[in-house]
């Protein structure tokens, strides 16, 4: 059974730094769209940022010049670097991915519904 599984989470105060990682455990497969996405308290869920099947990348206005995606294949997870975090961003952080046909040749999408593979979620929190 496939399962991913976020981690990296944390308390962080404004202005500090975390990296989630996304680890794939399981049967092993080829995603054609990984994604980041958080969810803050009484808000829906968003995407912040994902990877197309050619490893193109796609970041949200509202985090591109603070996040960063990134593939470690030598630990078979993708990591979202977060840097001068500020208390907005506090929510769970979560990591999606799909293996639809429809994905292999368009960019990832940031919207959720496109997903079928989702992690348990990591708690970012930021505050002073």
């Known amino acids: 059974q496939l399962q991913l599984v976020e981690s990296g989470g944390g308390l962080v105060q404004p202005g500090g730094s975390l990296r989630l990682s996304c680890a794939q455990s399981g049967t092993t497969r080829d995603f054609h769209a990984v994604g980041w996405f958080r969810q803050a308290p009484g808000k829906e869920r968003e995407g912040v940022s994902c990877f197309s099947a050619d490893d193109s990348t796609v970041y949200a206005d509202s985090v591109k010049e603070r996040f960063t995606i990134s593939r470690d294949n030598s630990k078979n997870t993708v990591d979202l670097q977060i840097n001068n975090l500020k208390p907005e961003d506090t929510a769970v952080y979560y990591c999606?991915?799909?293996?639809?046909?429809?994905?292999?040749?368009?960019?990832?999408?940031?919207?959720?519904?496109?997903?079928?593979?989702w992690g348990q979620g990591t708690q970012v929190t930021v505050s002073s």
């Open positions: 999606g991915a799909s293996h639809r046909a429809g994905l292999l040749f368009r960019r990832c999408p940031l919207e959720d519904d496109e997903y079928e593979y």
